[in-house]
């Protein structure tokens, strides 16, 4: 792995990418607004001779994004040539809330690895996100199915707390299926 190379820098957000030996990983650290160039990291990734062709984004430490963000980052994701596979990984409600609303905004060809769901523990009465991957998350009879989870204070297994079809959207165009995820018919 590679020292990260910062791509773009503003006072609200920084850009940074690291070489793995595989793969080229992104990750926003703050916020994505109108303010945000991407044309450094569309050079990177076009002109990467890396054999592999994969960008990771990890959105780990994205901590917020605007609609301008979202409509950037769409115009980005269509300028990244079409032999390079797109992954997402650690989704977080900023970006899907955006994803969610702009059509096409991950790319033409995309796979989740995974993203952050929110959970209710009606024991400790706390809302939480949790990480999921994208396994754990399936379609049975045209309806989302999320694997039972459990709540990391009290054990109590937590309820989905938002309308998982709105939720998951971002699933239904995403390639992951075909990436060996579990989708049961049966
Ligand atoms: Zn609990």
Redesign the pocket.
């Known amino acids: 792995m590679s020292n990260p190379i910062i791509l773009y820098k503003n006072d609200k957000m920084r850009l940074e990418m690291v070489l793995n030996q595989a793969n080229i990983e992104v990750i926003p650290f703050g916020v994505i607004d109108h303010c945000i160039d991407f044309s450094c990291l569309i050079w990177a990734i076009n002109h990467s001779t890396l054999n592999s062709n994969k960008v990771i984004f990890n959105l780990i430490s994205l901590t917020g994004m605007s609609l301008a963000g979202g409509n950037l980052w769409h115009k980005m994701t269509h300028q990244i040539k079409k032999s390079v596979k797109i992954v997402y990984k650690n989704i977080n409600e900023f970006f899907l809330d955006q994803a969610n609303a702009i059509n096409e905004m991950c790319g033409h060809e995309y796979y989740v690895e995974s993203l952050e769901a929110p959970f209710h ?1 009606k ?2 009465q ?1 809302d939480s996100y949790y990480l999921m991957l994208t396994e754990q998350i399936r379609i049975h009879n045209f309806k989302w199915l999320v694997s039972p989870m459990k ?1 990391t ?2 054990n ?1 297994v937590l309820k989905f707390s938002w309308i998982i079809e709105d939720y998951f959207k971002i699933l239904e165009s995403s390639h992951s299926k075909s990436e060996g995820v579990n989708y049961a018919n049966g």
């Open positions: 523990c024991n400790c706390i709540c204070k009290c109590e």
